[in-house]
């Protein structure tokens, strides 16, 4: 009976120490991952897509081309995952904003904020430009992109719209149009200038008033409102 407890604690052990092993080698795969990406990141700003290949990503971010290869399958793949890195921190926003469940009208203003923000940022700005001119070249990739950024982002806020709708927030009969609506709404001359390279940097204030009048009239066209008193 004691050899048996024995046998049972060595093997609970090993398993417990080959499942170690593993996370280990989890948590060092994430780390190469994570280092391949700000790399990719970094070159793709500085020399633009095709100026850089996949071995100066290897040799910034160190690891080996098989690693990169199995991560990423190919260049391509690896600016697919720079792009998504740079937009889960705003959805991840966007989604802590919801879940403070304010009023609708202040939601609508934050996620404006939010989503102002995450187009106005430099680098987010310059990276987007290096995801416009190769969706230009590669239409599977740009239909990718669409599919693992804006669609998800659509599907949130037509959630959010829906769930106001049924609570009787809103007059919203569909959701997922009123989502692209919104988002219309606010990507306006700004930002398009922005993208296209524009370096004037105009009055703050104009930004502020452009949310707020996008918001405004998104609102009223939709009859969001506030949660009775």
């Keep these: ?13 090993r398993v417990e120490t080959a499942l170690d092993v593993e996370d280990g080698k989890t948590d060092r795969r994430e780390q190469r991952r994570r280092a391949m990406i700000e790399a990719a990141r970094k070159l793709f700003l500085e020399r633009g897509f095709d100026a850089v290949n996949v071995s100066d990503v ?28 740079h937009h889960s921190t705003g959805t991840e926003r966007i989604d ?7 009023d609708p009208p202040a939601t609508l203003a934050a996620i404006a904020q939010a989503i ?20 230009l070249r590669s239409p599977d990739f740009a239909q990718r992109l669409f599919e ?15 769930g106001w709708a049924e ?8 959701a997922r149009l009123a989502a692209n609506l919104f988002l219309g709404l606010l990507l306006y001359g700004h930002q398009m200038r922005a993208f296209v390279g524009e370096r004037h940097d105009p009055d703050p204030a104009l930004y502020e008033a452009a949310i707020r009048d ?3 009239l998104f609102a009223a066209g939709y009859n969001v409102r506030a949660r009775p008193a």
Excluded: W
Excluded at 4 to 12: A, S, Y
Excluded at 96 to 102: K, L, N
Excluded at 148 to 157: G, K, Q, W
């Design 116 to 135: 102002h923000e995450e187009c106005m940022h430099p680098g987010k700005v310059g990276m987007m430009r290096v995801v416009m001119a190769e969706s």
């Design 96 to 102: 802590a904003i919801i879940a403070q469940g304010e």
């Design 214 to 216: 996008s918001v405004r």
């Design 1 to 13: 009976m004691y050899a048996t407890l024995r046998v049972k604690q060595d093997l609970g052990s």
């Design 167 to 174: 609570a009787g927030l809103a007059d919203i009969s569909d």
């Design 148 to 162: 693992t950024l804006h669609v998800p982002l659509v599907e949130r806020l037509a959630r959010l719209f829906a």
């Design 58 to 85: 290897v040799r910034r971010s160190g690891g080996s081309l098989s690693t990169l290869y199995d991560l990423f399958e190919n260049k391509q793949g690896l600016l697919a995952a720079v792009a998504l890195e």
